[in-house]
Nanobody, 123 residues
């Protein structure tokens, strides 16, 4: 059974950093597109970035490009989201997702989801 488990969220001051982890198990994730999304209260789930587990350059939303970095560790079946220069508007629940197809920026394309981890950035 495919499972994604996020960790690493928390409370941080503006300008600080956090690193989120997404541990994948139970599926052929190494052939999947892995995505990070976030959802703030009252807002739609928003694309943050994606990475192809098999390689290639990650893709990022304009709002996080240059501040966030997605990476993966195949040996650990884990994808990471390094978040630097955090802003209060980055406050949201962050989700890891996986898709065996094309993935992309639309969260509705993704088949598997983690439970989410809260990131709160204080001003």
């Amino acid at each position: 059974q495919e499972q994604l488990v996020e960790s690493g969220g928390g409370l941080v001051q503006a300008g600080g950093s956090l690193k989120l982890s997404c541990a994948a198990s139970g599926g052929a994730f190494r052939s999947y597109i892995m995505g990070w999304f976030r959802q703030a209260p009252g807002k739609e789930r928003e694309f943050v970035g994606t990475i192809n587990w098999s390689g290639g350059t990650p893709s990022y939303a304009d709002s996080v490009r240059g501040r966030f970095t997605i990476s993966r560790d195949s040996a650990k079946n884990t994808v990471y989201l390094q978040m630097n220069i955090l802003k209060p508007e980055d406050t949201a629940v962050y989700y890891c997702a996986a898709d065996p197809g094309w993935g992309g920026r639309d969260y509705r394309n993704y088949r598997y989801w983690g439970q989410g981890t809260q990131v709160t950035v204080s001003s």
